[in-house]
């Protein structure tokens, strides 16, 4: 399976107006040099998540939803928190007695953080983060695998590349592990050392790193010929939304865009519906529901609607991706092209615990304009194609007069 920037599922925007996060458990790290995602394994990349606006800072109690992985069992909050406070009546400590609640629950995609990684994961959003430049990748027989490695970073100047068995960090074996586990293990302080056990086509490799502070563009835009713009979006990190925007704004008279949204993991909510109100003139972007409750995301007006438009997905599109997707799906907006999504719609609020430390529970799930859920299922594109999604989203924009 596709492996994404390693990340976990982590809060989104603890600020005020940063509240729905339909992020997959990614917390830019390991791929980016720690973080971690669970897609059975695969990670991804910073920003994952989505942030919709109207909430405080869960450090100040309200709460902060945002949209995990598949599967609906939720631990609950009341018990979570009980059972931390107690911990910490006894000196015990509070994020493991939360933790074993939730281990206990069923809830798939439910975390707890204690306050330094909580603090950390705001980092991600803003597309930077402490790590050594691996993405990581968990496989059906178990194994942790580098997905890909940035370039420039620790892990591509000793050498590391893409298909390296990782066994070990600092002594500890991951094989078996949550990638968000070994995340956790990759992840430290910018100059810290960290001891990397792999294996090659069979041959033993050590190498000691030293973490360094990294930093990813969510948004690239390059030209084809005959007048196509594509958009590239790798995650939907702060700012990553607007970048859309100007994008398709300072794209010529007369072109067709191609929205790439291959390998995107999340991102803010706020940031997708931004991007996704570059295509379109107002109007519904997504519904989701917490507890019951049902609420609704709306594109901004003033979009382009009349340049054709073609989204490129994959088995890594997940979360806001999937979001943005599903609108200008929905809404008859573009065509969709690739291989099915990951499938990843329900959402998860942050509830903080006695001790500071913030546990995150599954409450509820998003919907499309049309009203699929996709969690789960994921999105089917319009038009399948693999390896050549590229030139076939090509041949539909030069069926819509997009071209020579």
């Not at 991804?44 to 709460?63: H, K, V």
């Not at 094989?175 to 810290?192: H, M, S």
């Not at 050392?193 to 490799?205: I, K, S």
Request: hydrophobic residues 40%; glycine residues 16%.
């Amino acid at each position: 399976m596709p492996g994404l920037p390693a990340f976990c599922l982590r809060p989104r925007d603890l600020r005020r107006g940063a509240a729905l996060t339909l992020a997959f458990i990614a917390a830019v790290g390991a791929a980016a040099g720690t973080g971690c995602w669970d897609r059975a394994g695969a990670v991804g990349a910073a920003g994952a998540g989505l942030a919709a606006a109207g909430t405080q800072n869960p450090a100040a109690g309200p709460e902060t939803p945002r949209e995990t992985g598949t599967g609906t069992a939720t631990a609950d909050r009341e018990a979570v928190a009980r059972a931390a406070a107690e911990a910490a009546a006894e000196g015990k400590s509070g994020k493991k007695a939360a933790e074993e609640v939730v281990s206990r629950s069923g809830d798939r995609w439910g975390m707890v953080y204690d306050q330094g990684e909580y603090a950390a994961f705001t980092d991600d959003l803003d597309g930077r983060w402490t790590g050594v430049g691996l993405w990581i990748e968990s496989r059906r027989d178990d194994r942790i695998a580098v997905e890909k490695v940035q370039p420039g970073s620790p892990a591509d100047r000793s050498g590391l590349r893409a298909g390296d068995r990782l066994l070990s960090v600092d002594g500890h074996a991951v094989t078996g592990l949550r990638v968000c586990d070994v995340v956790a293990l990759l992840r430290g302080g910018a100059g810290t050392p960290v001891v990397l056990h792999l294996t090659r086509d069979g041959a033993d490799l050590t190498e000691t790193l030293r973490r360094e502070q990294l930093h990813t563009e969510p948004v690239t835009v390059r030209e084809l010929p005959g007048g196509i713009t594509v958009i590239k979006v790798a995650s939907f990190s702060r700012g990553s939304g607007e970048q859309v925007r100007a994008a398709v704004r300072a794209a010529k008279p007369g072109a067709g865009f191609m929205l790439d949204l291959r390998g995107n993991p999340g991102g803010l909510v706020t940031e997708a519906v931004t991007a996704a109100s570059a295509f379109l003139d107002g109007g519904l972007v997504a519904t989701y529901d917490v507890r019951g409750a049902q609420r609704a995301l709306y594109a901004s007006p003033g979009g382009d609607t009349a340049r054709p438009l073609v989204t490129l997905v994959d088995g890594g599109t997940m979360s806001a991706a999937e979001l943005v997707t599903g609108a200008l799906q929905d809404r008859g907006r573009a065509v969709a092209v690739g291989s099915r999504t990951f499938g990843k719609g329900s959402v998860q609020m942050p509830t903080p615990l006695p001790d500071g430390s913030v546990a995150e529970l599954t409450v509820g799930t998003y919907r499309t304009p049309a009203g699929r859920s996709l969690d789960g299922s994921g999105i089917t594109p319009d038009l399948t194609a693999g390896d050549g999604a590229e030139e076939r989203a090509r041949t539909v924009l030069g069926g819509l007069g997009v071209g020579p």
